[in-house]
């Protein structure tokens, strides 16, 4: 799963909301939203941030505290979220701009279950207030936001049971480098980063092992070895690890293929992969500890007969048996299939160096 799973997903609907103004000279509260304002969009918004827990709340997290306050009815919600507004405002660094800092409360399919959610906008990119009176507020908001889907600044999804906030949540920042967080956004959680990158790579190349057993073989057209090496080197060599760069690693394993079906069958084994080690939603950087090169063996003998082979394959794919009595040695080479066989003319500066 990314943070929500699958019954909270098809059944979450937001039960109260708020926002504040932040990053502005002096933090100057807002009224208390009368209703739900634009739930269908804003709901859109928060399936889009929906990824895997990346962080946890530290034990003296005060603003663990305010949510489950506000969970238990201890504090009412548009006061726990105007503190949480204030709060943020007070760590809101210089170079930061003022913006809206929303909260909401989601109820879902388990009556058990509060989910809490931060989205914190740009204000010059996204917010044209209407004033400070009750009422509706955000029309204007909702047209900005369309517009420019950059302005999602800062979000966190926080999960509360029985009147228990979990400790694990999920977090993203666009001032930061995925799937880390700024200080500041740090500080106001209260929060630690869970697995670092090394450990995301670890998870992910776990990933591509579960999509390649559940994947038919002949889907692929290739044994499960040699589709497992290429999917390590498609995410060794990317920019980035991340959800699309893993599924495109996966359809050029597969060889791209046209049919619908296959498609959606690699797709969705991809993404349940990623839900079930806990990576999806998040962006990385490869690791060469874990996606390191395979390194490489050369066999050369008298007779000028190269062979070069990556090393892991040794024993499986390319078996060499010497005789330690004359020296010979005698090489077999087991493979799906011959792509090359064709006599290539020496040119006379190979002739040359052959010579020397």
């Known amino acids: 799963m990314g943070f929500f799973n699958d019954e909270e997903l098809a059944s979450i609907s937001i039960a109260r909301m708020n926002f504040q103004v932040v990053g502005e000279e002096a933090f100057q509260p807002r009224p208390a939203m009368a209703s739900v304002e634009q739930s269908d969009f804003f709901l859109g918004r928060i399936r889009e941030i929906d990824a895997s827990s990346a962080f946890a709340f530290n034990a003296d997290s005060e ?64 917010v044209t207030l209407r004033g400070r009176t009750a ?12 517009k420019d889907k950059k302005a999602l600044q800062k979000s966190a999804l926080i999960r509360v049971v029985n009147g228990c906030v979990e400790t694990d949540f999920s977090a993203t920042d666009r001032g930061a480098v995925s799937p880390g967080i700024t200080d500041f956004f740090t500080r106001f959680l209260g929060a630690v980063r869970q697995r670092d990158d090394v450990e995301l790579n670890a998870a992910a190349n776990l990933a591509i092992h579960d999509i390649v057993k559940d994947i038919p073989e002949n889907v692929w057209g290739a044994a499960p070895r040699v589709i497992f090496a290429r999917l390590r080197e498609s995410l060794r060599t990317a920019v980035s690890i991340c959800d699309d760069a893993v599924v495109d690693a996966v359809m050029v394993a597969a060889g791209r293929p046209a049919d619908p079906d296959t498609v959606a069958m690699l797709r969705n084994s991809a993404i349940k992969a990623l839900k079930k080690r806990k990576i999806f939603g998040l962006t990385f950087p490869p690791s060469d500890s874990v996606f390191r090169s395979a390194a490489k063996r050369k066999i050369r003998t008298v007779e000028n007969i190269k062979i070069e082979y990556p090393d892991d394959l040794d ?19 087991r493979t799906q299939r011959i792509e090359v066989d064709e006599v290539v003319n020496e040119s006379i500066g190979n002739i040359r160096k052959l010579a020397t």
């Not at 913006?99 to 989910?115: D, Q």
């Not at 024993?315 to 080479?333: F, L, M, R, S, Y």
Request: proline share 1%; aromatic share 12%.
């Open 135 to 146: 009422g509706e507020q955000l029309r204007r908001v909702m047209h900005a936001f369309v």
């Open 315 to 333: 024993g499986v794919k390319v078996d060499v048996e010497k005789n330690q009595e004359n020296g010979t040695a005698v090489i077999t080479i």
């Open 63 to 126: 603003t663990k505290s305010v949510i489950e306050s506000m969970a238990l009815g201890r504090t009412r919600f548009a006061n726990g979220a105007a503190s949480l507004a204030l709060k943020f405002d007070s760590y809101h660094v210089g170079q930061s701009k003022a913006g809206a800092f929303f909260v909401f409360e989601l109820r879902c399919y388990s009556p058990a279950t509060k989910i809490y959610v931060f989205l914190k906008y740009d204000y010059s990119e996204v």
